[in-house]
């Protein structure tokens, strides 16, 4: 998996990367905290056009950990 990109939301850290032939993962990390992160969740895809809704996957599940039931 390459590194693409890092996206921040609600102080998480959302992480994309390619994943296999043209797909999509985003590794979703919790806060820095003394220095650490620890990784919450993945989320993949296959579809190359997917990706903006992995990152909705990954941000509905940032707001599920945090007990928000609506996204703005």
Do not use: N
């Amino acid at each position: 998996m390459a590194f693409v990109e890092v996206h921040h939301y609600r102080s998480y850290f959302l992480e994309v990367r390619e994943y296999g032939d043209g797909g999509w993962a985003v590794h979703v990390y919790q806060p820095l905290s003394q220095g650490k992160s620890e990784k919450l969740k993945v989320v993949t895809t296959t579809d190359a056009a997917a990706l903006e809704q992995v990152l909705s996957e990954a941000r509905a599940a940032v707001d599920k950990l945090l007990g928000i039931r609506d996204r703005p």
